[in-house]
Structure formats: C-alpha cells, structure tokens
C-alpha cells in the first residue's frame, strides 16, 4: 500500500541496534497532516488527496488558501501537497494522517530542497581541479581557463562545467530504511542523510525502487580471477 506524509526536519543523530552497531539517522516530525482535498477520477481525472502540515494563524495565509482550506473544514495550515496513493479514494476531507502510517523496516524516498551554497566556482561547485601554483601562474589559479577556442571548436559545448548558483533545488533521496517509528511525538528516524538543513520541509512516500532479493548461490563466486569462479564444481566440492 502507498503511504505519504509531510514532515519536518530535525537533525542528525545515532542510534545502536541490537547488536551494539551504531546507525547514523536523521530524525523527522512526520505529521500530524490533515486530509485537506480529496480529487476523484468523475471531478479531476484522477484520484488523490492533499494534505496540509503544520499549523498556522489564519491572517498570515492569502484569502485563497484561507478559503480553500475553510471550504474543507480545516485549521489553516502552512505547507500543501498533493500525494497520489492508491488508497486515495478510502480517505476523506479532515482525516488525520500520523507517522505511525509507516513502520521500522520500510523502504521510502525522501524529497527536500538542499542547502543553498550561493553562487560558487568551479573548483568548489564541480569539483575542478586548480592550476599549479608556482612559476607565474598569476591570480587565475581556481578559474575556469579556456573555453571555446577560436579555430576548433569555436563553441562551447552543453554541459560544460561552469561557475553559478549551487544547491537550493529539489533534491529526492531514494531507497531509505526507516530505522525506528515514534507514534507519540510523531518522530521518524531514517538511515542516512536526507536534504535541506534543519527545520527544512521533506516529503516522505513509499518508494519506487521494486527491491529484489537475488538468489546467490554461496560459495560460488562469479569472478573468473578466482578459482571458484573458474571450477565451481570443484568450489562447491570443497564446501
């Protein structure tokens, strides 16, 4: 089943599992989020619903959004997103959506807006590398260097790297565990990093990635360097 739920993040932490392993996690507050709209396949088209996060005074919200959410029965709140799940048309306008929809052990994509670095160069925003610093290389050291020469190519190609604005884009992160699930504060902690700084808004759904168990068969090696990838009868009679 599809799940989805608008969160907030926290910071970054560590955890230890049962077997004393540390896991580095970040930690959300996932919701709670209201079903704030609800579009079907007779009105819109397609199923769906809205959800609205984080509560809000009514006067900081524009009279359209005041009046959308008021025509749902609904608190004002700050951030919308619209979520295409499966189980859309079970849900209906004012039901509350808390982050025990997921539990430890689920599979999901996380979507942020990174960090902003501003404009940057080269060196920094690519990863290029910089001139030699002795024998008169002057004030040019991190720059770009030549591009487009004047008899072939004359031209610049797409995609050449080049200095600009750095990070504040949409980024989503796939294929992350969710490590533990706190229904009572309304926490998630989830493997890894995810983007944007602290206090950034994230979106949490299931995710598309289809994680299949390969059936390897041990022992066996597929790497013909080795002689259980040369001779895997053999290999297999020595296990």
Do not use: W
Not at 25 to 34: F, I
Not at 51 to 57: M, Q, T
Not at 63 to 92: C, D, Q, S, Y
Request: proline share 4%; with cysteine; charged share 25%.
């Amino acid at each position: 089943m599809q799940k989805a739920i608008i969160g907030k993040k926290v910071g970054m932490t560590q955890i230890f599992d049962e077997s004393g392993k540390v896991i580095p996690v970040t930690v959300v507050e996932a919701g709670p989020c209201v079903v704030t709209q609800k579009k079907t396949v007779e009105t819109d088209g397609y199923t769906a619903v809205q959800l609205g996060f984080e509560d809000i005074k009514e006067h900081k919200l524009s009279k359209p959004e005041a009046g959308h959410l008021k025509k749902a029965g609904v608190e004002a709140k700050r951030h919308l997103k619209e979520f295409r799940l499966e189980n859309a048309a079970e849900m209906n306008v004012g039901d509350v959506v808390k982050a025990d929809v997921f539990t430890a052990g689920d599979k999901i994509d996380v979507t942020g807006i990174s960090k902003g670095h501003g404009y940057q160069g080269v060196i920094k925003r690519h990863g290029a590398h910089r001139t030699d610093m002795t024998h008169g290389g002057g004030p040019v050291h991190r720059h770009a260097g030549s591009m487009g020469a004047s008899s072939h190519q004359s031209r610049i190609f797409p995609g050449k790297i080049g200095a600009g604005q750095m990070g504040n884009e949409q980024v989503t992160i796939e294929n992350l565990d969710i490590v533990q699930v706190d229904a009572e504060l309304n926490m998630i902690a989830i493997r890894g990093a995810i983007p944007g700084p602290k206090g950034g808004l994230v979106f949490i759904r299931n995710t598309v990635k289809n994680n299949k168990v390969k059936n390897v068969e041990t022992g066996i090696s597929k790497n013909p360097q080795k002689a259980s990838g040369r001779n895997p009868q053999k290999a297999s009679a020595r296990g």
